[in-house]
């Protein structure tokens, strides 16, 4: 599956942005998604994931309540809806998927196999 993250931009904190991840390939349906993000002179960071079933959802600390991961896999696309935007979620955002049918967080965390290219997102005080 090849992956391309779009929606990225500039906007004052506490607004929204909606980023898409379009996949291609007609087994996006059973791959599990996730979102992660990389701030400059950090390393990169898990934000989201969802199974591919769409029935567990994970979050990171800092996004939960404020982000959220959803798909629509008759568009074979993935979506992060994020709201409450502070200066510090300012950092290029990757999406990335993988056919793994469990749901242990830690995969999601470190095992995607499946990559985009980011799209950056710029949180203005």
């Known amino acids: 599956v090849q992956l391309q993250a779009s929606g990225g931009g500039l906007v004052q904190a506490g607004g929204s942005l909606r980023l898409s991840c379009a996949a291609s390939?007609?087994?996006?349906?059973?791959?599990?998604i996730a979102w992660f993000r990389q701030a400059p002179g950090k390393e990169r960071e898990f934000v989201a994931a969802k199974t591919w079933t769409g029935t567990t959802t994970y979050y990171a600390n800092s996004v939960r309540g404020r982000f959220t991961i959803s798909r629509d896999n008759a568009k074979n696309t993935a979506y992060l809806q994020m709201n409450s935007l502070k200066p510090e979620d300012t950092a290029v955002y990757y999406c990335?998927?993988?056919?793994?049918?469990?749901?242990?967080?830690?995969?999601?965390?470190?095992?995607?196999?499946?990559w985009g290219k980011g799209t950056q997102v710029t949180v203005s005080s």
């Open positions: 390939g007609r087994t996006f349906s059973t791959y599990a």
């Open positions: 990335a998927a993988d056919p793994y049918r469990g749901s242990d967080v830690q995969k999601f965390s470190n095992g995607m196999n499946y």
